[in-house]
């Protein structure tokens, strides 16, 4: 239903508008490709739409300023890492405070205790232990999982994301086996020797793969999020919990996206019970931190092995790891940040911005769909998949780098990778609306 050629020609000229607009960033992307791999500080960077990546000037609220001048309205806030909004003036304060009395001893600051006990009160687990990304804070984890249990492999979802851990970077083949996920570079080792993988929303696929008695833990987001959102099927979290617990699996949630639906993530607002949990990005309002937290009992079984005298070489830690300005941001965030309150303001904008999506396709009698996750919301060119593996299947990349492009030309900037909107408090329902008329007429122009 979708007129290639006619596709193209609207990118193209859309290509065209965006080198127009945009000559300072071209003259900063050319010359970043004398000293950066790629040009970029960091590879998927390489993934935004038009020939070179922007370079911002400043981001405040829901907004940035590209260094041509030109103002968007940011949907993307650093994949949830300014899940807040950018520029908080607490963590502003804290930062600026803690770098006037030193920033890492090795040492515990007095903010410590403070964030350990609101992660506690927020998701429910009443240990926490520091980490410097949710990629450190899963590897941890498993490793954790590994010598409670004393199984050698971890379980994870087709198609699921956990950062950079490379026991997480595995697929399921069109034959059921376990293989290395496309463009892994370089795997350390074959992930079919240390992984299990199950589709998302299958529980008999996974109650006989746990049956099996190798897995010592289960590493899963409540609905997947970077193949795009996929939620779960009525009980299905349920049904998870009780075949882990049958079969003596560990569950471990990563709340690291998927916090945005409350302020201590799915795990709170649909009564998940994990034995453990990561997440990452948004608590500290922009600085790298994440945390994990643990059960009672997951806590006292790991504090032998943490007061040993060879924790440093166990494969858990870093120098930088819970250092003071970590634990100030993250303290500032979580304190003016990310509460009811917060959710309250940035949920009702997702609804809104699912309804206007909703309303264009049904208007032109298109056969995609619309999801949402707490403040977040993901468009689809399909119906809603429910599984990683479909979710994966459904992606068009021309489709979504010409919608990705049409709304930069126009002021708005949509996550790279899939088709995201992530809301926080300072948007408003103007901007809402703003994308709502543009990706309406970006659909209009491509029907014809």
Not at 24 to 41: C, D, I, K, N, Q
Not at 424 to 440: Q, R
Request: aromatic share 8%; glycine share 10%.
């Amino acid at each position: 239903m979708i007129d290639r050629d006619r596709l193209a020609a609207l990118r193209a000229a859309e290509e065209e508008r965006f080198l127009a607009t945009h000559p300072r960033s071209a003259e900063l992307a050319t010359a970043a490709r004398g000293s950066l791999l790629a040009g970029v500080p960091m590879p998927w960077m390489t993934r935004w739409p038009g020939a070179f990546p922007l370079t911002f000037a400043e981001a405040r609220g829901a907004r940035f300023t590209d260094v041509d001048g030109i103002e968007y309205v940011d949907l993307c806030l650093g994949d949830t890492g300014a899940m807040t909004g950018h520029a908080l003036p607490a963590v502003a304060e804290a930062i600026a405070a803690r770098a006037t009395t030193g920033l890492t001893t090795m040492l515990p600051s007095t903010d410590a205790t403070w964030v350990a006990e609101e992660l506690a009160r927020r998701f429910g687990l009443p240990c926490w232990q520091l980490a410097m990304s949710a990629t450190d804070a899963n590897r941890f984890v498993l490793r954790f999982a590994r010598a409670l249990t004393g199984r050698p492999r971890i379980a994870v979802m087709d198609w699921c994301y956990h950062g950079t851990v490379d026991e997480t970077l595995a697929v399921l083949s069109s034959t059921g086996e376990v293989i290395a996920r496309p463009g892994a570079l370089g795997p350390q080792v074959d992930v079919a020797l240390t992984t299990a993988v199950v589709p998302f929303n299958d529980l008999d696929a996974l109650d006989r793969r746990l049956a099996l008695g190798d897995v010592a833990c289960l590493l899963m987001e409540p609905a997947l999020t970077n193949i795009g959102i996929v939620l779960p099927a009525p009980g299905y979290l349920e049904g998870v919990r009780a075949v882990t617990r049958e079969h003596g699996v560990l569950l471990v949630i990563d709340e690291t996206h998927t916090m945005c639906a409350g302020p201590g993530g799915a795990s709170a607002a649909w009564g998940l019970e994990p034995d453990l949990l990561v997440v990452g990005k948004a608590i500290g309002g922009g600085v790298p931190v994440a945390a994990y937290g643990m059960t009672a009992s997951v806590a006292e079984a790991l504090t032998g092995p943490m007061l040993g005298h060879e924790i440093d070489v166990a494969g858990v830690g870093g120098t930088l790891t819970g250092n003071a300005l970590a634990l100030a941001a993250t303290r500032a965030t979580l304190s003016t940040a990310l509460r009811e309150e917060d959710f309250a303001i940035a949920v009702p904008l997702a609804e809104r911005f699912t309804d206007g999506v909703a309303e264009v396709f049904e208007q032109h009698s298109l056969p995609w769909t619309v999801q949402r996750l707490g403040a977040r919301a993901e468009y689809w060119f399909c119906p809603p998949p429910r599984t990683g593996a479909e979710a994966a299947a459904a992606g068009d990349e021309e489709l979504e780098a010409y919608f990705h492009l049409w709304a930069l030309n126009r002021g708005i900037l949509l996550t790279p990778f899939h088709n995201m909107a992530l809301f926080s408090p300072f948007h408003t329902a103007a901007d809402v609306d703003l994308h709502t008329s543009v990706f309406a007429e970006a659909v209009s122009a491509l029907l014809g």
